[in-house]
């Protein structure tokens, strides 16, 4: 089975060399399609489906690209831009929150320790997620400019991209590579790894 790749073949090329190679092909079809219909009524699971090899993970953004799309968010030609721009990039970097979990997240969700201002968490409903110290300014910022309604403004939940619309008019740079939210997530979680911190306690911040 190791050698030929299926029982079919292993068959034909151990019990079947007497037979031209028309018949053994005949014989190996024939086996097959007897094996494809025992597997479907086996009482046993088949095995599973292989994992796609065509996904990959995107390396993280080094500091200056991240710094880059920063600037550029805030340098966006209208208000709307600048808050989609600039909520993605903060709460991307920020937070390492996936494009699901950026919709809803609110003023309300951040929260800032009394006792050290540097402190700052987001509150999801499956976990709580640490801010990096770096980030945690710009966030308070976004915060204070828009303390009602989703961080990153309003989006259509109904959509296959609820934030196509705005998000496709925010302009990046030409010098910085394409801008996507699951390498930032990566970013943070690259950031994260490089700190003292248990594995279970990254598994369990990043919601993985």
Known sequence: YAIYGTPAESLCATQAKHMSSEARSTARSRLRKVGRACTKKAPWRPEPTPF???????????AEEVEGFWRAAVAQCTERRRQTARGLVVLGAGAGLTPGEVLGVTAAHVRVHPGDSRLVVILLPSRTVPVLTAW??????LCTDYPDGPLVGPSNPKAKDPLGS???????PSHLPTFRSSRLRTTWMANVLAQDVRVSEFMEMAGT
């Open 52 to 62: 796609a090899n065509n996904h990959t993970l995107q390396p993280p953004y080094a």
């Open 166 to 172: 705005a998000r496709s008019k925010i302009v990046w």
């Open 136 to 141: 945690t300014q710009r966030l308070g910022d």
